[in-house]
Nanobody, 125 residues
Framework: QQQLVESGGGLVQAGGSLRLSCASS????????MAWFRQAPGKEREVVAG?????????YYADSVKGRFTISRDNAKNTVYLQMNSLKPEDTAVYYC?????????????????WGQGTQVTVSS
């Protein structure tokens, strides 16, 4: 049973924008600390951004995306978003949504309990 479902990936030119969404029909996402990870071919999975449980008062960003990406949550829609602006070819990867049953954010992918299937983001130069 799919726990989390990502959408919004696609092909975009460098400098463009995409918004990824992560939704769940079986879980209340406000109860989880959430994060977006990405994995490019031949590379390890890395954290992109995270947001704390409940109102999302705390956020975290990898240095490589600070100032370009924004993570947010809409609890009424039971959805977490990743707004990606000024995209670069090096942002090309499969992006995964992840949830952990704690308030805090972690950058370690093994500390997340639930995962989506991933959505491909390709940025052309």
């Amino acid at each position: 049973q799919q726990q989390l479902v990502e959408s919004g990936g696609g092909l975009v030119q460098a400098g463009g924008s995409l918004r990824l969404s992560c939704a769940s029909s079986g879980r209340t996402l406000s109860s989880y600390g959430m994060a977006w990870f990405r994995q490019a071919p031949g590379k390890e999975r890395e954290v992109v951004a995270g947001i704390s449980r409940d109102d999302g008062d705390n956020t975290y960003y990898a240095d490589s995306v600070k100032g370009r990406f924004t993570i947010s949550r809409d609890n009424a829609k039971n959805t977490v978003y990743l707004q990606m602006n000024s995209l670069k070819p090096e942002d090309t990867a499969v992006y995964y949504c992840a949830a952990r049953e704690t308030y805090s954010i972690s950058s370690v992918y093994t500390e997340y309990d639930y995962w989506g299937q991933g959505t491909q983001v390709t940025v052309s130069s």
